[in-house]
């Protein structure tokens, strides 16, 4: 049986989560031939880190003007895209026209026109495309999927989802690219399309209507500046004044960080660690997010970067009762540490409260791994042998897209002052 073929194109953090596991767990079934980047130290790296780790041999790596020529010459049966967020759109879209299926780091893209072009793409070629939701693998988020596919609550009206990232974790989305809405949409797209997601899967219903508020009122200089901070810098290390500083990262002092980053600096000019209070930041830290489902259900969200527990609480009514549920995640900075660590698990509580009797405790078999133990099931998802599964969490293309929908419609909510119908965004074809 031939091994399916692979390229990575972005070899940041996150690309690491699937080229370990092509090259270890899934080598009897799955080859990487190849990295893309626009960093050669970067691939570099990559190609140091498999070898030393799991004893594989170095891939091909291409620049990023090359992409064409590397699935001319690697003939790859699928691409996995894990580039910043603004170019995903590029590679998924060319990926299919050379022939390719894709596989996408999350949010899909990060605004209405580049998804138009994805769908497009999709209906012209034919070719499949998966998004990582990691999140519906985790076992206590399947718990709510199931008590709802199992008439726990009766009919869903409406929920209530609080996120909470915290002061580390949080913190580190607006020290990288992230922090310029260009790049990665907003903690609206780039990090509650995981949430949203998460809605449309517990209830099987779709976003039809979006209002939002939103703003940045803890993070950046003038916020920083209103509460008597003094501790200013363009980047963390190698800063004087970042001594001491809790919100600082150090980057020469984290093996990852300084090999994949801070070394690879020259080639890019891609400054990892500015600084939380620095100017120039254009995304939100905090948000509020109402939306109507085609169920007719209704969601309640926030979303605040600068807590101090990481994890998330839920509240879902129904015509026969309610669901609560408490999540603590461990929290990390991205690339800071072990991969397999990140977002895990630290408390997980779902009680159910049915009209007409006893609350009671439902059972939650814990699982290792990265955010609350999805990232190995995942893995298995995309890269194993696909087994049955009665709550259908392979996500495709319209999952991606009707998530990163409800944050961009949130985004022209915040923009316009207005609610935004998800039907206006975009064509399905």
Same mark, same amino acid.
């Given at each position: 049986?031939?091994?399916?073929?692979?390229?990575?194109?972005? #070899?940041?953090?996150?690309?690491?989560?699937?080229?370990?596991?092509?090259?270890?767990?899934?080598?009897?079934?799955?080859?990487?031939?190849?990295?893309?980047?626009?960093?050669?130290?970067?691939?570099?790296?990559?190609?140091?880190?498999?070898?030393? &780790?799991?004893?594989?041999?170095?891939?091909?790596?291409?620049?990023?003007?090359?992409?064409?020529?590397?699935?001319?010459?690697?003939?790859?049966?699928?691409?996995?895209?894990?580039?910043?967020?603004?170019? $995903? $759109?590029?590679?998924?879209?060319?990926?299919?026209?050379?022939?390719?299926?894709?596989?996408?780091?999350?949010?899909?893209?990060?605004?209405?026109?580049?998804?138009?072009?994805?769908?497009?793409?999709?209906?012209?070629? *034919?070719?499949?495309?998966? #998004?990582?939701?990691?999140?519906?693998?985790?076992?206590?988020?399947?718990?709510?999927?199931?008590?709802?596919?199992?008439?726990?609550?009766?009919?869903?009206?409406?929920?209530?989802?609080?996120?909470?990232?915290?002061?580390?974790?949080?913190?580190?989305?607006?020290?990288?690219?992230?922090?310029?809405?260009?790049?990665?949409?907003?903690?609206?797209? $780039?990090?509650?399309?995981?949430?949203?997601?998460?809605?449309?899967?517990?209830?099987?219903?779709?976003?039809?209507?979006?209002?939002?508020?939103?703003?940045?009122?803890?993070?950046?200089?003038?916020?920083?500046?209103?509460?008597?901070?003094?501790?200013?810098?363009?980047?963390?290390?190698?800063?004087?004044?970042?001594?001491?500083?809790?919100?600082?990262?150090?980057?020469?002092?984290? &093996?990852?960080?300084?090999?994949?980053?801070?070394?690879? &600096?020259?080639?890019?000019?891609? @400054?990892?660690?500015?600084?939380?209070?620095?100017? *120039?930041?254009?995304?939100?830290?905090? /948000?509020?997010?109402?939306?109507?489902?085609?169920?007719?259900? /209704?969601?309640?969200?926030?979303?605040?970067?600068?807590?101090?527990?990481?994890?998330?609480?839920?509240?879902?009514?129904?015509?026969?009762?309610?669901?609560?549920?408490?999540?603590?995640?461990?929290?990390?900075?991205?690339?800071?540490?072990?991969?397999?660590?990140?977002?895990?698990?630290?408390?997980?509580?779902?009680?159910?409260?049915? /009209?007409?009797?006893?609350?009671?405790?439902?059972?939650? @078999?814990?699982?290792?791994?990265? $955010?609350?133990?999805?990232?190995?099931?995942?893995?298995?998802?995309?890269?194993? #042998?696909?087994?049955?599964?009665?709550?259908?969490?392979?996500?495709?293309?319209?999952? *991606?897209?009707?998530?990163?929908?409800?944050?961009?419609?949130?985004?022209?909510?915040?923009?316009?002052?207005?609610?935004?119908?998800?039907?206006?965004? @975009?064509?399905?074809?």
């Amino acid at each position: 049986m031939a091994k399916t073929k692979y390229v990575v194109v972005g #070899v940041g953090g996150r690309s690491r989560f699937f080229y370990n596991a092509l090259v270890s767990t899934y080598a009897s079934t799955s080859e990487l031939v190849a990295f893309c980047d626009i960093n050669q130290k970067r691939m570099d790296y990559a190609n140091k880190q498999i070898q030393t &780790e799991y004893g594989a041999q170095p891939v091909n790596t291409y620049f990023y003007t090359e992409f064409d020529e590397m699935i001319k010459q690697e003939q790859p049966d699928v691409v996995i895209v894990t580039t910043i967020d603004r170019t $995903h $759109h590029h590679y998924i879209t060319r990926a299919m026209e050379l022939g390719c299926d894709v596989i996408t780091e999350k949010p899909m893209t990060t605004d209405a026109k580049k998804c138009q072009q994805i769908l497009d793409a999709i209906n012209k070629t *034919g070719r499949e495309l998966r #998004v990582t939701f990691n999140y519906r693998y985790a076992p206590h988020n399947t718990k709510i999927r199931e008590l709802i596919m199992d008439d726990a609550i009766g009919d869903v009206t409406s929920v209530h989802f609080e996120w909470l990232l915290d002061i580390n974790h949080g913190a580190d989305y607006f020290r990288r690219w992230h922090r310029d809405k260009r790049n990665s949409g907003g903690l609206l797209v $780039h990090k509650a399309t995981h949430h949203f997601d998460l809605v449309n899967f517990w209830l099987g219903a779709a976003p039809v209507r979006v209002f939002a508020m939103g703003d940045l009122l803890f993070y950046g200089r003038e916020n920083a500046e209103n509460r008597g901070y003094n501790h200013f810098y363009y980047r963390s290390t190698g800063s004087p004044g970042a001594i001491g500083d809790p919100f600082a990262l150090h980057m020469d002092k984290k &093996e990852n960080l300084r090999q994949m980053y801070l070394e690879a &600096e020259e080639q890019d000019g891609y @400054i990892r660690d500015q600084s939380v209070f620095g100017d *120039g930041i254009s995304i939100e830290d905090t /948000m509020a997010v109402l939306v109507k489902y085609d169920n007719k259900a /209704m969601l309640s969200y926030s979303l605040n970067a600068y807590l101090p527990w990481e994890g998330f609480r839920v509240a879902i009514n129904g015509t026969k009762g309610r669901i609560q549920a408490i999540v603590g995640e461990r929290t990390y900075i991205n690339s800071g540490g072990e991969p397999d660590v990140e977002g895990t698990a630290t408390k997980t509580e779902i009680t159910v409260f049915p /009209m007409f009797g006893e609350p009671y405790n439902a059972p939650v @078999i814990a699982s290792a791994g990265g $955010h609350g133990g999805g990232d190995p099931k995942l893995l298995q998802d995309l890269f194993g #042998v696909r087994e049955e599964d009665r709550f259908n969490r392979a996500a495709t293309h319209v999952d *991606g897209a009707m998530s990163i929908l409800t944050g961009i419609a949130a985004n022209e909510s915040i923009r316009k002052e207005i609610p935004i119908n998800i039907n206006d965004l @975009i064509n399905w074809g």
